[in-house]
């Protein structure tokens, strides 16, 4: 009897110990309110999505880095959240989707994720980025699997079918569902998700807003949570929660449900000058035909998107470049050493761009190198770039001294790249691309469509082998992006 006893409690140890490999066999993760927040066939689903979308009061497209959407029943959210899911190109391909939400069923310490499968919903498969999940399980102690709190939760999985509808290219998600409205919890997994945070994925953040209050009360309380998201301010809404939570009005039960998952969110992007909130629309349950307007609970759509800077430069401004350049290749070549003149950069120059110096010779291309990474000012990468077109173009003799005074210059200034997911975003003459896939690279400058009169095939399929080094087709399978510049020259 001992030795059976032993047996027993080494088997579960082994078990207990291995966990990790339970993983490796984890069946998919079933719905668990289609049928009550929205249907549960695929027809019927589809047809209620499409119908929303339908609906939607055009909004532009942005490049969207986030989204707040809301988790409710579809007959009462859903407007809100295709509002929202609207403003995405259909185009996008993403690495990872992360969607974010605070546990409704379970409290517990830590966030839960599915670490492997897939999620299904009544439209189909929709697959875990499983290489992410096992990177964030090993790496952070706090990130596990809770099935308790996973099982039966809504606020991620409502969120797939308008996904699976809305997107054209397949997408693999990371589900992470916060345990408490612990702040430091939600510092902490911002930190672990700071690495992801980038144009390749995107970020869904799953919250209500105001439970239960009055409707002119909701309309007012939510209207005060929304001003402190888009202030991109931790702190604000930190305090905006905390009022809520005291208030004794109207049977206000919380202010913003996924309040920890919005802090993720804030904690990602906040001193980030290069993002900016906007709001794109605001309902309650109240108004719903059916609905209580004595007791509501508040949906909003909120974007976080990446600013596309314009680049403001004066006359003035590209004759200080152009004459800055010059005298730094001039410098060069006479000294051999890369000075850097005087005298210290004021007005643009001070500001980090990335830019290219080309130089010609009897109108034919003579050298030309620059730098996307504006990490330099644009003093800086002007003075560096117009050297190194000179003397360090791999096609080109080095400039020299006899021959300086025939050669023209001229200079782009770049704006930041933007991923696209379909060459019919591309504008030739306006748009200069850039084509990376592994460790290749290349980019052609908006004015060498103009100079050649390539057709947009032509422009990606010379680019892709000319410059990339991927062939003639290889862009098709790569990562592209666009850019602007504004270009000016000596002549």
Known sequence: MKQVFFTIVTVIIWISDTSPQIHEVMKNRMPAVAGTFYPATSTSLKNQVSNLFEKVTKVPESDVAALIVPHAGYVFSGGVAASAYSKLNRNARYKNIFIIGRSHRKYFAGVSIYPKGHYNTPSGEVKINDETTSKLIEKYKFIYYDEEADRPEHSLEVQLPFLQYWLYNDFKIVPLIIGSDDLSISVKLAEALKPWFNSDNLFVISTDFSHYPSYDKAVKTDAETAEAIVANDSEKLLECCLRNKQSTENNMATGLCGASAVQTLLHLTQNNPDLTFEKIVYKNSG?????????????????????????????????????????????????????????????IMKEHYGAFVTLKKHGKLRGCI???????????????????????DSRFEPVSTKELDQVEIEI??????RKIYSIDQIQLGKHGIYIK????????????????????????GHCSRDKTGIGWDGWKMAELYTYEAIVFSEK
Do not use: C, H
């Not at 508040?298 to 004759?319: E, F, H, L, P, V």
């Not at 350049?325 to 051999?336: C, G, M, V």
């Not at 896939?437 to 990606?460: I, R």
């Open 287 to 347: 108004d719903v035909p059916d609905g209580d307007k004595n007791r509501v609970v508040g949906y909003w759509a909120i974007s976080a998107n990446r600013i596309n800077k314009d680049i403001k430069i004066t006359a003035s401004d590209k004759q200080a470049l152009l004459k800055l350049a010059r005298e730094s290749i001039t410098r060069y070549l006479i000294n051999s050493k890369n000075e850097t003149p005087v005298p210290e950069p004021s007005g």
């Open 370 to 392: 620059g730098r996307f990474n504006p990490s330099l000012t644009l003093y800086q990468t002007i003075a560096e770039m117009a050297v190194a077109a000179a003397t360090r």
């Open 412 to 417: 782009s200034i770049l704006t930041p790249l």
């Open 437 to 460: 896939k592994g460790l290749n690279s290349g980019t052609f400058l908006p004015q060498v469509a103009t100079d050649t009169n390539w057709t947009k095939e032509e422009f990606l």
